[in-house]
């Protein structure tokens, strides 16, 4: 097995202030699911910038840059995170023989931080094939 590390701080603020000054950003960052569970919080924008950081973490993780719709952080019944991928991401994690992404959230009143496991197994070499 192959792991690689990514992770990423976010500044709450920053984000609360983005999505108020652009309505339509949440929309091009975020699913609709992400969206939902966001928006039922009292306060969304720490869930939003956690959200935001492990999209960037699971890029470092990669190495490659990713659209933002095909990484979506969903949590279990329990609020546990995890990372389900679409289109071009879903397509590097076949190529990585079923790679396994790990991701760990928390915030508190300032800072949002997400960090990101990949493991590939030795074997996989094909994610050149997969992404442009």
């Known amino acids: 097995m192959t792991p690689s590390l990514g992770i990423d701080i976010v500044h ?3 984000i609360r202030q983005a999505l108020r000054r652009r309505p339509r950003l949440a929309p091009r960052l975020f699913t609709v699911r992400e969206q939902a569970y966001c928006d039922r919080r009292a306060d969304p924008a720490p869930h939003y910038a956690a959200r935001f950081a492990a999209k960037e ?23 546990r995170p995890s990372i389900e991928l679409h289109g071009d991401a879903a397509c590097l994690a076949r190529a990585a023989n079923g790679g396994q992404v790990l991701v760990s959230l928390s915030h508190d009143r300032n800072y949002a931080v997400a960090c990101v496991l990949l493991v590939v197994p030795q074997e996989s070499a094909g994610l050149d094939n997969c992404l442009p």
């Open 57 to 79: 973490a699971l890029a470092k993780a990669i190495g490659r840059w990713l659209r933002w719709q095909d990484v979506e952080v969903v949590n279990d019944a329990s609020g």
């Open 12 to 14: 709450i603020d920053r």
